[in-house]
Antibody, heavy 116, light 107 residues
Framework: QAQLVQSGAVVKKPGASVKVSCRASGYPFSSYAMHWVRQAPGQRLEWLGWINAGNGYTRYSQTFQGRIIITMDTSASTVYMELSSLRFEDTAVFYC?????????WGQGTMVTVSS | SYEVTQPPSVSVSPGQTARIACSADVLPQQNVYWYQQKPGQAPVLVIYKDTERPSGIPARFSASRSGTTFTLTISGVQAEDEADYYCQSADRFAAWVFGGGTKLTVL
């Protein structure tokens, strides 16, 4: 079955960058877009951006434009999300997710903690 | 980009019908999806393409659309349905837009 497996929790200092990976399996990787969503503690879901896994086209939320880069390694069926210039308020669970036909798949989430 | 609005909370007794509305300020370019999220868990899709139910989701979950308002209906609410519910659509660039989430409390 389709599955997304993300990298583990990390702790970063303010100003640093974080790179989270999302490895896909069980479906044709290049046929679907991959989205990144985050959720700060007790807060709503917030969309960060997406990548077309077929051609690498990306689009980012204006909120994160300039601080986020989404890339992929097709040979490894893996998408990466890098967020730079981290602030305390970036502390959140980051999810990768994709809409398949008739369903969708979410990663298990990666906790990113920004702490001095 | 556009915005979608949900009520922050809805409360119902077990066995009753819960309705959660999602209002868009303009007609969404793409379909609406509904997610259920329980504490500490990733969201789970309960409705896709406005009204379709994924396999494995109980038939008590349904949805409808009227103009720019989308409604998730849970008939015969059970205690296990207590969760946060989010509607999600997308703009013409496929950027996802989430509602603020609705906390469903089963009394």
């Amino acid at each position: 079955q389709a599955q997304l497996v993300q990298s583990g929790a990390v702790v970063k200092k303010p100003g640093a960058s974080v790179k989270v990976s999302c490895r896909a399996s069980g479906y044709p990787f290049s046929s679907y877009a991959m989205h990144w969503v985050r959720q700060a503690p007790g807060q709503r879901l917030e969309w960060l951006g997406w990548i077309n896994a077929g051609n690498g086209y990306t689009r980012y939320s204006q909120t994160f434009q300039g601080r986020i880069i989404i890339t992929m390694d097709t040979s490894a069926s893996t998408v990466y999300m890098e967020l730079s210039s981290l602030r305390f308020e970036d502390t959140a669970v980051f999810y990768c997710a994709t809409h398949l036909i008739g369903n969708d798949v979410w990663g298990q989430g990666t906790m990113v903690t920004v702490s001095s | 980009s556009y915005e979608v609005t949900q009520p922050p909370s809805v409360s119902v007794s077990p066995g009753q019908t819960a309705r959660i509305a999602c209002s868009a300020d303009v007609l969404p370019q793409q379909n609406v999806y509904w997610y259920q999220q329980k504490p500490g868990q990733a969201p789970v899709l309960v409705i896709y393409k406005d009204t379709e139910r994924p396999s494995g989701i109980p038939a008590r979950f349904s949805a409808s659309r009227s103009g720019t308002t989308f409604t998730l209906t849970i008939s015969g609410v059970q205690a296990e349905d207590e969760a946060d519910y989010y509607c999600q659509s997308a703009d013409r660039f496929a950027a996802w837009v989430f509602g603020g989430g609705t906390k469903l409390t089963v009394l």
